[in-house]
């Protein structure tokens, strides 16, 4: 729970180290801000919080169109904290023509929100490389591709079209780059705009298995770049943290060497997995970080917070005695993802997805930022 206000008073044998943990700043500025020359503090004693200032960022976030009564209500509701939405999802069939999903762009426009198109590589397999690979690979395909893009963007009036294509095989590193670069010139010469999801890499070839996306190349020829900064643990891993601070921090220290910082948005999660850590089958799902609170709720759970982390984690023995971990967001592990955008000085911020967020976030969120 974040509780508004700029004083605390401090509780029985808390440190100064703690108290600025939890507010996501250094001992350094709270000992600024109270005239302290030491780290001494006695139970009782009231201390400032200081706030950091606010930065102008540019927001992204992933839009799953429902019905239109569904969309307007979640447009109406979050547009305050939106700059525009990825509209999730259009993906090509083999012969390189567009699946459409055109909701919610009239009523985003109207509402002072830029709509943009999700291109994915998802078939019935999933997120589907070999799909990718046969439209990339291919001279003939990947121009039609590029066209049909081109023209969905067109006809619907959309500002541009962000690119989350997902597992691509390292061999297909030369086709992806020419692909994005071809398409790049394509939208660029209508003024349109090109965007891209990347996963989270610690250097070009780190980990190997990302290594067919090249931020550096990239980095020259999208207008943003999603830096998809989550999910090292997963359903089918082991039970863990879905965002750990320091991982991310490998990932933004590295993307800042080769990406400007004007192109750059930290992708956060907004959801929570859950896993079973006993029995045969012990593969996670996914639900909304609303659903976990909700969950620990039910169960009396108690909230346990790592702080190498910076995320959050309880446990609960469902109805057929199976115990479960789940790790999610809360505010404290949110303000210290915001301040990284800060720190940093990223152009902004999106998540996967809207409407699946804690009522806090918003909140937050307006209280760190000014939204473009």
């Known amino acids: 729970m974040i509780i508004p206000g700029s004083s605390y008073y401090v509780r029985e044998n808390e440190t100064l180290w703690e108290i600025a943990y939890r507010n996501s700043i250094s001992v350094k500025q709270l000992k600024f801000k109270n005239k302290l020359t030491n780290d001494y503090i006695i139970p009782g004693q009231k201390l400032f919080i200081p706030a950091l200032s606010k930065k102008k960022i540019w927001t992204g976030t992933y839009f799953i169109p429902k019905n239109n009564k569904s969309n307007i209500w979640m447009l109406d509701h979050y547009k305050k904290t939106l700059t525009s939405i990825f509209i999730f999802e259009y993906h090509p069939t083999k012969q390189g023509n567009l699946i459409n999903e055109n909701g919610a762009i009239k009523q985003a426009w109207k509402r002072g929100i830029t709509p943009y198109a999700t291109l994915t590589n998802i078939s019935d397999k999933g997120f589907d490389p070999n799909l990718l690979h046969s439209l990339i690979s291919n ?99 082991t039970s863990g943290p879905i965002a750990p601070i320091p991982n991310v921090k490998k990932s933004l220290q590295y993307a800042i060497t080769v990406v400007p910082r004007s192109k750059l948005l930290l992708g956060i999660p907004q959801y929570a997995y859950d896993w079973p850590i006993a029995g045969e089958i012990q593969k996670g799902i996914a639900y909304s970080t609303q659903n976990a609170i909700n969950m620990y709720k039910k169960y009396e759970s108690q909230v346990y917070y790592d702080r190498e982390a910076s995320a959050p984690a309880f446990r609960y023995i469902d109805k057929y005695g199976t115990p479960h971990e789940v790790w999610f967001e809360d505010p404290r592990s949110l303000i210290a993802k915001f301040h990284l955008v800060k720190d940093f000085n990223l152009a902004g911020l999106g998540c996967w997805h809207i409407g699946i967020t804690m009522p806090q976030t918003e909140k937050i969120l307006l209280n760190e930022f000014w939204i473009r």
């Open 139 to 237: 001279k003939i395909l990947r121009k039609k591709l590029i066209k049909n893009i081109y023209t969905l963007l067109d006809r619907n009036i959309l500002k541009g079209i962000n690119l989350d294509l997902e597992m691509v095989k390292p061999a297909d590193r030369v086709y992806f780059k020419q692909f994005v670069k071809e398409l790049s010139v394509t939208l660029h010469r209508s003024k349109m705009e090109l965007l891209i999801a990347m996963p989270p890499k610690e250097a070009d070839n780190i980990p190997s298995y990302y290594s067919a996306y090249d931020y550096k190349t990239f980095g020259k020829y999208v207008d943003k770049m999603f830096l998809m900064a989550y999910n090292w643990h997963w359903p089918s891993s």
